[in-house]
Structures are given as C-alpha cells and as structure tokens.
T-cell receptor
Framework: DAGVTQSPTHLIKTRGQQVTLRCSPKSGHDTVSWYQQALGQGPQFIFQYYEEEERQRGNFPDRFSGHQFPNYSSELNVNALLLGDSALYLC?????????????FGPGTRLLVL | KQEVTQIPAALSVPEGENLVLNCSFTDSAIYNLQWFRQDPGKGLTSLLLIQSSQREQTSGRLNASLDKSSGRSTLYIAASQPGDSATYLCAVRPTNTNAGKSTFGDGTTLTVKP
C-alpha cells in the first residue's frame, strides 16, 4: 500500500516564474491538504481539497491555487514566485469524514526560488 | 486565533535518558492533538494522536498526554536512543474543522548522543 507520494522532490525556479507541485494521496483517502514549511518552522496550512473543490484555505495569497482530480490526486500551483516562497511543501491526505482520522504526510517537495 | 508553542526549541540528552517534550496551545477548544516526527529535509511521520476526550496515548517507548484545561500536551520518550534524534512537532486540530486545518508548533529538535 503506497503512502502519500509527491513530485518532484526538489525544484529550483527564479523569481516571477510559475510552479506546479503534485501529490497522490494514500490509498483510500479522498482529502488532500497542502502545507508550506519554512526552514526552522512548523508547517503552515495553505488549503484543502475534497470532492475536487477547495474546502478550506489558510492565510495565503491568490498566487497559491490548487486542483484535485477525480482520482483524488492534487496539484499545487504557485504563480509569480517570490524569494519568500522557498520552502518545503508538504501534502497530507486523510479521509473526508468527521471521524477520528489522522493525517498522513508525503515526503515533501523542496522549492528554491532564486 | 490558535497559537501553538513548543519549548525548548532544541534539546540534547545522553543515550538512555527519559525525556519530556512540551507543547502548549492557547485555545482549549480542540478536536485532537497529534505528535509528529520529522527527520531533516523529510516529511512528517505521525507518532500519536490524542482525541480531546482522552488523557493519554501510548505507543512503545512513547507516551503522550493531554490536558485541555491548561492547554498543554507532553510527549514522554523513555530510554532514548540515537535513532530518536529528530524534530518533534505537535499539531492541534480545531473543533469545528476537519483534519486538514491543523495548527503546528515550530517543533523541538532532539539530539540523543551515544
């Protein structure tokens, strides 16, 4: 049973460019959440997708957008990259119910903006 | 707004010691609290999840406790080993949301010396 997978593992971009990160949830999960983790800090919630719609959003600008596909995989898009967008981007999957579910995290994508 | 604090930011102990990591949160209206482990440059691995109605959870050498009224949780690690060296993060899930929108602390980086 594959866990949460993310691609690519590392990425280098320049300011102003656009980037797309990808996530496949753990088998049986239908909800994907994205987090940004700056060096030395805890993850910050970006948004969550469920049933192909953005269900919740944290305090991130509209430059951050996403998508969820019918197979529950998800993409995170960041436009007009800034130096401050350099971080580890984590994807977490869970089951969409209101039960006692835990989140399972992927290995992350390390983004460096030059 | 929920705030999660983990003190100390770093901890170094000799192998074999028992130790306690602390997590405090400002809003006691939580659904659950989860402890994670993160190795350098890697994703998060779930260690223990405590529901708001529970007082503690145990897994092997790990024991996590929760005191909602005081806004505190502790992670107890017995007989520490060099392999326990990592950053430990706690995350609080609010009562009125689902699993995704968790608030994380910045973590405690643990070094266990042989």
């Amino acid at each position: 049973d594959a866990g949460v997978t993310q691609s690519p593992t590392h990425l280098i971009k320049t300011r102003g460019q656009q980037v797309t990160l990808r996530c496949s949830p753990k088998s049986g999960h239908d909800t994907v959440s994205w987090y940004q983790q700056a060096l030395g800090q805890g993850p910050q919630f970006i948004f969550q997708y469920y049933e192909e719609e953005e269900r919740q959003r944290g305090n991130f600008p509209d430059r951050f957008s996403g998508h969820q596909f019918p197979n529950y995989s998800s993409e995170l898009n960041v436009n007009a990259l800034l130096l401050g967008d350099s971080a580890l981007y984590l994807c977490a999957s869970s089951f969409g119910g209101q039960g006692e579910e835990t989140q399972y995290f992927g290995p992350g994508t390390r983004l460096l903006v030059l | 707004k929920q705030e999660v604090t983990q003190i100390p930011a770093a901890l170094s102990v000799p192998e074999g010691e028992n130790l306690v990591l602390n997590c405090s949160f400002t809003d006691s209206a939580i659904y659950n609290l989860q402890w994670f482990r993160q190795d350098p440059g890697k994703g998060l691995t779930s260690l223990l999840l405590i529901q708001s109605s529970q007082r503690e959870q145990t897994s092997g050498r790990l024991n996590a406790s929760l005191d909602k009224s005081s806004g505190r949780s502790t992670l107890y690690i017995a007989a520490s080993q060099p392999g326990d060296s990592a950053t430990y993060l706690c995350a609080v899930r609010p009562t009125n949301t689902n699993a995704g929108k968790s608030t994380f602390g910045d973590g405690t980086t643990l070094t266990v010396k042989p």
